[in-house]
């Protein structure tokens, strides 16, 4: 036995042993108590809540004493803490990334790779994602295939214990050379289409895999690249909506945005509206037509400021969530100050005021649209090497915080607001949902940062073994600094 394959022999021994008890302990009713309850609907938060939870689901949702004990039942005192639904991650590349070695490349796309990412974002309590652009054998557009891995495409399938549900978007289709930028791995990633009959073919393979949605890009990078046209895209919205497949975008320019609204697109993966420019009157007018005349009425957004709010924190003061113990047992020291603490300090006060700027008007651009009926849903757009896997889920709430949500309604966006969009069975405290919660230590409706103090989390009824995998992390940075 080589020893790549005795580490592998094992890791799997430990994983089995690891989760054979949560994984028992679920069958079994718990009835939990005490705690502030945030169920992830909006309303009031319950004090001094009860819910029950059976067979990794939510069966009674209440008061305490207004619940009793079933026969056998466990009862957990949370009496101090508050208890909110898992996140939801609507716009997520992961895979690609070695999170240890911060690195990026097609070989990282495994079944090992994307469920340690799927572990992480359950450590720090998120509980269903999104994958975006990600890699897939799929037609090269010349008659062959490309033969990539669909690990993704199987995972989907899978409930891996400890670790968040995952769904996909697929590859994507984009202008060659116009989708995901940044590490060469994912430049190609996406189908390149030039002609609407390229356009309408890459549809035709790409709902075979049946995506989430259909993600494209339309963004000419300021200028330095060509993208999809209005007659490409609108011929992969027409295509898309003969499947019955939704289509998601990631586009910059106000008049794109609205021909997409008059052509169906229900999804967006940053705010429709940006880069200077502003919405107005019409675009308002669309979005409520199209809500009025029930035309794929669910239009959502995942706004993904979170990079844009924490360039507005630069300076030579350094923000706390820099030292947050939550990133520091995802991410090295090293990483996390080549990252963001070096950048962020060597910010001049020109450049922290004009991130200011833009992300004020980018916020007030995707509440004036949230205002006339879009739906904000939680996501990161998290995977690439400066991006925070997982932590950055949290930073997303302060950043729609930042944007003009409350923390309430910045909780319902990432959490059953997201769920909805994803079609997860998830993100609500409520009977018959998973039973995906954390535990936490403080209040976020009094600041939307405590969703960080997180004391545990729980998926599918079964505790996530936090304390284990911070151990694995720690001992994985230790040897790669070595």
């Known amino acids: ?39 992830g609907d909006g309303s009031p938060a319950i004090e001094n809540s009860a819910f029950l939870v059976q067979n990794g689901a939510f069966t009674r949702v209440g008061r305490k004493g207004e619940i009793p004990l079933p026969a056998g039942a466990n009862r957990v005192d949370l009496s101090g803490k508050t208890v909110m639904p898992t996140l939801v991650d609507m716009h997520g590349h992961f895979g690609f990334q070695n999170l240890i070695a911060g690195t990026m490349s097609k070989d990282m796309f495994n079944r090992d790779n994307l469920t340690d990412h799927l572990q992480r974002l359950a450590y720090v309590g998120v509980g269903a994602v999104v994958g975006v652009g990600d890699l897939a054998d799929r037609s090269d557009m010349h008659g062959g295939r490309t033969h990539w891995s669909n690990i993704a495409l199987e995972i ?26 940044g590490d060469p791995s994912r430049v190609d990633v996406a189908y390149p289409v030039t002609t609407p009959e390229e356009a309408r073919a890459a549809v035709r393979d790409y709902v075979k895999m049946k995506p989430e949605f259909i993600k494209i890009w339309v963004d000419d990078r300021s200028g330095t690249k060509k993208t999809l046209t209005p007659e490409l895209y609108g011929a992969i919205l027409d295509e898309a909506h003969k499947f019955n497949v939704p289509v998601g975008v990631h586009n910059v320019k106000l008049s794109d945005a609205k021909l997409m609204i008059r052509d169906g697109m229900e999804g ?42 924490m360039n507005t924190t630069g300076g030579p003061n350094r923000p706390n969530w820099l030292d947050d113990p ?132 729980y998926l599918r009824g079964a505790e996530v073994p936090r304390a284990q995998y911070a151990a694995k992390w720690a001992t994985q940075m230790r040897t790669a600094s070595r």
């Open 1 to 39: 036995m080589t020893g790549r394959i005795h580490r592998r022999v094992m890791l799997a021994s430990f994983v089995a042993l690891a989760f054979a008890l949560p994984a028992a302990a679920q069958q079994n009713a718990i009835l939990y108590e005490g705690a502030r309850l945030i169920t």
């Open 156 to 181: 989907r399938n899978e409930t891996i214990p400890g670790a968040a549900l995952f769904k996909t978007a697929g590859p994507g289709i984009a202008w060659p050379g116009s989708g995901a930028q």
């Open 268 to 309: 967006w993966l940053h705010v429709p509206v940006r880069g200077g420019d502003v919405v107005d009157d019409e675009i308002i007018r669309l979005v409520k037509d199209r809500i009025a005349r029930n035309d794929r009425p669910h239009m959502w957004v995942t706004p993904a400021l979170i990079t844009a709010w």
């Open 326 to 457: 939550l990133l520091k047992a995802l991410y090295s020291p090293q990483q996390i100050e080549k990252y963001w603490g070096a950048p962020l300090r060597k910010m001049t006060p020109g450049d922290v005021a004009r991130a200011k700027r833009e992300f004020a008007a980018d916020g007030k651009n995707m509440m004036l649209l949230r205002a006339a009926g879009m739906t904000v849903v939680g996501g990161t757009d998290t995977g690439q090497t400066r991006h925070l896997v997982a932590f950055q889920n949290h930073l997303d709430l302060e950043s729609m915080v930042a944007m003009g949500l409350t923390p309430m309604e910045a909780i319902r966006a990432a959490t059953s607001d997201g769920a909805a969009a994803g079609h997860f069975n998830t993100g609500l405290v409520a009977p018959g949902r998973n039973a995906d919660f954390i535990v936490l230590n403080a209040n976020p409706l009094d600041s939307i940062s405590n969703t960080r103090k997180i004391d545990k989390v």
